[in-house]
């Protein structure tokens, strides 16, 4: 079950169990980054950068809209920069693209220390760990077979291990991919797109989230069978930065645990097991 210690601001740590977790990532600790929507030099971002470099992170996952409009992407490249270097993560830094992100910003941020995945899959050479992401702008909305046709060879330390199986995360900005993540065997859906609502009436009721997905389900920790989706409420906005109301930016903090997970009452559907 997810758990909420304190942790900086705009960190929202949250423990998840799997019950087939390899051994080496046990505490694996992945900080998860969605929808900055930048167009200018705000706190916020300044907030965001200081607080990953007060955690500790493995992996630096990203699920795109990093820039807001086109003409943001200088300054949108420059903070991802500075948010990478803060953050130092152990393993790295793997991203994919939003709706929002432009062709230039793609170039932009090939400079920097991190692999940008486009319907591609990188398998890590240091753990047993595949991460599939999936590029989405306004033209293209994601391949998902082509991403898992691009699947690399067993990376060198586990090539050849007798029941080698991984653990596999998808990285998808709009979180209608889970029903077929969960076909094909993921463990972990990252996505972002929806910014929990944004504008949400009491008890977290989203009036509206901007893709074909079910309101109820804007924000949280869900799962269909045995694949965990992690939907993030974002760290921007979109219309105007002021238009939040009862639904504050974070960016979760997942650390991957063994033991089991609560079993699906339903595997044909999408269940919530922590609303954010």
């Not at 230039?104 to 940008?116: G, N, Q």
Request: net charge neutral; aromatic share 6%; hydrophobic share 40%.
């Amino acid at each position: 079950m997810p758990t909420r210690p304190t942790g900086p601001p705009l960190i929202h740590p949250v423990d998840l169990a799997f019950a087939e977790l390899p051994e080496p990532l046990a505490g694996l600790r992945c900080l998860h980054v969605s929808d900055l929507h930048i167009r200018h030099r705000r706190r916020r971002y300044e907030t965001l950068i200081e607080s990953a470099r007060q955690t500790d992170v493995d992996l630096l996952l990203i699920t795109g809209d990093m820039m807001h409009l086109p003409g943001d992407e200088a300054l949108a490249a420059e903070l991802v920069g500075r948010l990478i270097e803060a953050a130092n993560p152990r393993f790295g830094t793997v991203g994919s693209f939003g709706n929002h992100d432009t062709a230039d910003l793609h170039r932009l941020l090939s400079d920097l220390p991190a692999t940008w995945l486009c319907d591609e899959t990188w398998a890590s050479d240091r753990l047993p760990l595949r991460i599939t992401g999936l590029h989405y702008d306004r033209v293209r909305r994601g391949d998902l077979v082509a991403a898992m046709l691009d699947e690399p060879a067993d990376p060198p330390g586990f090539r050849g291990l007798r029941g080698f199986r991984g653990f596999r995360v998808l990285l998808a900005h709009m979180p209608v991919w889970l029903p077929a993540a969960a076909q094909l065997g993921f463990d972990l859906v990252l996505s972002g797109h929806t910014h929990g609502g944004q504008v949400r009436l009491p008890g977290k009721l989203a009036l509206e989230n901007n893709c074909d997905w079910p309101l109820r389900l804007s924000s949280g920790v869900m799962r269909r069978g045995r694949t965990t989706m992690v939907l993030s409420r974002g760290l921007g906005e979109t219309v105007s930065e002021r238009l939040r109301f009862n639904c504050p930016p974070h960016a979760p903090l997942i650390t991957l645990r063994q033991g089991p997970a609560e079993p699906a009452a339903e595997p044909d559907r999408v269940e919530m097991i922590e609303r954010w």
